[in-house]
C-alpha cells in the first residue's frame, strides 16, 4: 500500500529545469543524481512506497511557471508543458495517487499559493508533503503532517530502500 504524498509545484518544476532531465523516462535512485527535484518524481514514478496526489490548481500552475516570461517562467512551449503534467498525471495515477479536487479550503499561510498545497495535502490524506518552499518548510509539520524538502526526501528514501536490502 503507497502512502500519500503531495509535491510542491516549485518541486514538480525544478524536476525539468534544473538539469538535463528528460521526463518521459524517470530513472529511479540510487543511484541520487544532482537534480534532487527530478529524484523525488523518479521515486514517484517508481510507485514503491508512495502515491503522488496533485490538484488541477497545481497542475495549472506548473503549466503557467513553465510557460512564463522569464525571470518569473521558463519560456517552455505550451505543448510542452502540457505535456509534462500529462506524465505528471500518469504517475499519480501509476502510483496509487491521483488527482483530486479539494472540497476544503484551507487558508493557514499568507501566500495563496502555498494554502492549495496544503489543501490537496489535507484532502489526501498525505502523510508528507514534499517542498522546497521556505515558507511551508517553516509551517512542518503542518496539522501533524511533515513538510520536507526535496534533498530530504530523496535520502531518508534512498535510506529505507538500502536498509530493506539488508
Not at 83 to 105: F, H, K, M, R
Not at 150 to 161: L, Q
Request: hydrophobic fraction near 40%; glycine fraction near 8%.
Amino acid at each position: 500500500m503507497s502512502q500519500p504524498v503531495t509535491v510542491d509545484v516549485n518541486v514538480l518544476v525544478s524536476a525539468v529545469v534544473g538539469g538535463n532531465d528528460d521526463f518521459r523516462s524517470w530513472p529511479s535512485p540510487p543511484p541520487v543524481r544532482g537534480n534532487l527535484a527530478a529524484n523525488v518524481v523518479g521515486i514517484l514514478n517508481d510507485a514503491r512506497e508512495f502515491g503522488l496526489f496533485l490538484s488541477e490548481h497545481i497542475l495549472t500552475n506548473v503549466v503557467r511557471v513553465l510557460v512564463g516570461t522569464p525571470p518569473d517562467g521558463y519560456g517552455w512551449e505550451e505543448q510542452q508543458a502540457e505535456d509534462y503534467v500529462a506524465v505528471l498525471a500518469e504517475i499519480a495515477s501509476a502510483s496509487g495517487g491521483d488527482v483530486i479536487d479539494p472540497q476544503i479550503t484551507v487558508s493557514d499561510c499568507q501566500d495563496h499559493e502555498d494554502n492549495r498545497i496544503l489543501e490537496c495535502a489535507a484532502a489526501s490524506g498525505s502523510v508528507l508533503i514534499v517542498s522546497d518552499d521556505h515558507d511551508l518548510l517553516s509551517m512542518s509539520p503542518w496539522r501533524g503532517t511533515p513538510v520536507v524538502t526535496s534533498g530530504d526526501f530523496v535520502k531518508r528514501t534512498d535510506a529505507m530502500r538500502r536498509g530493506r536490502r539488508r
